[in-house]
């Protein structure tokens, strides 16, 4: 029999659109414990709020197996997904391409997009899925948008993102041939941009800095690219409204409340089930538990958003919540996500647009039945048919 045989297997049960009661109740009454994973490993699973922010931000947890040094086997390039020194040196020159000032200079391309698919579900037959027409295609445009890839390479760069979304949720054998003709494509843009930069991430890059080879510039397009394939919180923010009818009528009377709601929407609306695994790099003692170096262990920040510690009534979607701490939506630390403003500009739009533009909008099968994806890690609804 298994040493980890006898531990609870964690996801709890299938993922749709909540966290189990059983985790909210953990949330506080056991916030560190046991559990076994899908893969086999039995990992500390990490629920408080105060205890998920330690073990993001704290260099004893690390995404390197224990043992490894934080630089690169064999001298390969730095990338966002290391610790240490190499992490920071990458993150600092992908942090001054994301401004506060430079994101916002992208909401009216961001909302031109919106937009122009928004115009395309009104043209189109009733109900229309709003997953297939705006959720899902929004990201990859506001994406290629970003990244400055011309408008007619975006068939092939369109492919290349199907093949990678695949991969990182199905696990397809294609994932070395797309990987591999993306950093091609992207080392090629990388030269161009230098003859002709335009006002996109990649020529903001290769006209500010000499502290990274090519390589690393490639892996930091493919790191921007990966984490803003998808943005799940659009269509669960909207199923929330729809869930909490008073609240969309407050949002629909008081369309100013939209910055405060969409925070709302992502502290309130879980995205995923899994969140990345990290080892124990020395023993220590977190939440009155010992571990031990080299154990595994899961921080999972969608639970810490309903600690009753720091969300007052966590479990209530209120679009008028002030919290006095940070939702952990985008992670937490060095590793906090980049592209968090862009991706909530997304959300924030695409709501606006479709409740501004479809006065009449509404969901045209009961909510119980929007079916919730069970063959990704990180869940998110399937198709959404919405009519007006």
């Known amino acids: 029999m298994s040493v980890n045989s006898g531990l609870r297997s964690y996801p709890f049960e299938p993922f749709t659109g909540d966290l189990p009661a059983e985790l909210l109740e953990m949330v506080v009454a056991e ?18 709020y105060e205890h998920c922010c330690t073990v993001l931000a704290d260099p004893r947890f690390s995404r390197l197996p224990l043992g490894a040094t934080v630089t690169p086997d064999g001298g390969g390039p730095r990338e966002l997904n290391m610790d240490g020194p190499p992490h920071a040196a990458v993150r600092r020159v992908a942090a001054r391409a994301f401004t506060a000032r430079r994101i916002e200079t992208f909401r009216p391309r961001v909302q031109r997009l919106v937009d122009e698919l928004v115009d395309a579900m009104l043209a189109g037959p009733r109900p229309a899925d709003v997953v297939a027409g705006l959720v899902a295609p929004l990201p990859v445009f506001v994406v290629c948008d970003v990244l400055g890839v011309p408008a007619a390479d975006r068939p092939r760069f369109y492919a290349w993102i199907e093949g990678l979304n695949s991969v990182t949720a199905y696990g397809s054998a294609d994932a070395a041939t797309a990987q ?6 992207l080392a090629g843009q990388l ?64 369309p100013e409340k939209l910055s405060a709601a969409t925070d709302e929407i992502l502290r309130y609306t879980s995205v995923s089930a899994m969140f990345r695994v990290q080892v124990v790099r020395e023993d220590l003692v977190l939440g009155g538990v010992a571990m031990h170096a080299g154990d595994c262990v899961m921080a999972v920040p969608w639970a810490g958003n309903r600690d009753p510690r720091f969300f007052p009534e966590p479990n209530v979607f209120d679009i008028d919540r002030r919290p006095d701490v940070p939702h952990l939506t985008f992670g937490f630390g060095p590793h906090f996500c980049l592209g968090t403003a862009l991706g909530r500009m997304q959300v924030e739009l695409s709501l606006g647009a479709l409740l501004t533009r479809m006065p009449a909008l509404a969901p045209a099968v009961p909510p119980a039945e929007i079916p919730w994806r069970h063959d990704r890690m990180n869940g998110g609804i399937a198709s959404f048919p919405v009519t007006w």
């Open 31 to 48: 916030p560190v414990s046991r559990v076994r994973l899908p893969d086999g490993r039995a990992a500390w699973l990490v629920l408080g």
């Open 180 to 185: 591999a003709q993306l950093r091609d494509y």
């Open 191 to 254: 030269a161009r941009k230098r003859a002709e930069p335009g006002d996109d991430l990649l020529s903001a890059w290769v006209r500010g800095t000499h502290e990274l080879a090519d390589a690393e510039l490639v892996e930091l397009a493919m790191g921007v690219l990966l984490g803003g394939l998808e943005i799940n919180s659009t269509s669960a923010g909207l199923l929330a409204l729809f869930q909490h009818p008073e609240q969309l009528a407050k949002l629909r009377a008081a």
